[in-house]
C-alpha cells in the first residue's frame, strides 16, 4: 500500500483540498480506500462536518467519506443494559468488578443515554452527547475489543460501534486519527479499518 504521507502547514492553507482531490482520483484507480489520519478527533470532526462537506459542495471532486473513531468513543448497549438491570458487573473486568457499585446518579445518567440512542436522538458517541462525560463514568459504559462480543453480541444490531463500522465499507475516503490507525495495525490491519493493502494513508 501506499506510504504514509505527512502534510503539515498552518490551519487555512488548502491542505485538505491538495491531498483529498489529489488522492481520492489514485486511490479509485488503484481499487483502494483514502484513509485520512488526523492527530485528533476534533481534527477529525473538523474534516467531516466542515472541510470535506466544503469540498463536496464546491464541485471539485464526487466522492463519499465517514468518520471512524475507535470502539471506546461508543456506548456499548450490552453494558447499558446490564447498568439499567442492576447487572453491575456484567461483562466487566476483573479490574472493574473490583470497583464501588454503581450509585443512582449514574444508574440514572445510563437511563438517559439509552433512551436517546433508543429513538434515535443520539447515535452513540461521545463526542456527540450535549455534555462532557466524565471519563469513569464513561468506562461503565463503554468496551473494548477484548470484552466486546462482537457479532455474536444480541445487541449487534442496535450497536453505534458496528453501524459506525458498517458505514465505512464502499467510501473512497475513511477519516480516522492516529490511534486508531496504530491500533487497527496492531491487530493486524481490517479490523475496524480498510486492510492496510486495500488503502491508502495520508
Not at 106 to 126: I, N, V
Request: charged share 20%; net charge negative; with cysteine.
Amino acid at each position: 500500500y501506499g506510504g504514509p504521507a505527512r502534510v503539515a502547514g498552518s490551519a487555512g492553507t488548502g491542505k485538505t483540498i491538495a491531498y483529498t482531490v489529489a488522492a481520492i482520483p489514485i486511490a479509485r484507480a488503484l481499487g483502494k480506500t483514502l484513509v485520512v489520519s488526523t492527530a485528533t478527533v476534533a481534527l477529525q470532526e473538523q474534516l467531516v462536518l466542515r472541510d470535506l462537506p466544503d469540498l463536496q459542495q464546491a464541485g471539485a471532486l464526487d466522492f463519499s467519506f465517514a468518520l471512524a473513531k475507535g470502539r471506546g468513543r461508543y456506548v456499548c448497549p450490552a453494558r447499558l443494559d446490564a447498568l439499567l438491570r442492576g447487572n453491575d458487573n456484567a461483562q466487566l473486568s476483573l479490574v472493574e468488578q473490583a470497583a464501588p457499585p454503581v450509585d443512582r446518579e449514574t444508574r440514572e445518567f445510563a437511563r438517559e443515554l439509552f433512551g436517546a440512542l433508543d429513538d434515535g436522538r443520539w447515535p452513540g458517541d461521545r463526542d456527540s452527547w450535549t455534555a462532557a462525560i466524565p471519563d469513569a463514568r464513561w468506562a461503565l459504559v463503554t468496551t473494548d475489543h477484548h470484552q466486546c462480543a462482537g457479532r455474536r453480541c444480541p445487541w449487534v444490531s442496535n450497536c453505534p460501534f458496528f453501524r459506525a463500522r458498517d458505514a465505512l465499507d464502499g467510501v473512497d475516503c475513511v477519516v480516522a486519527n492516529h490511534d486508531l490507525v496504530l491500533a487497527d495495525l496492531a491487530l493486524g490491519g481490517g479490523a475496524v479499518l480498510p486492510e492496510p493493502q486495500d488503502a491508502i494513508f495520508v
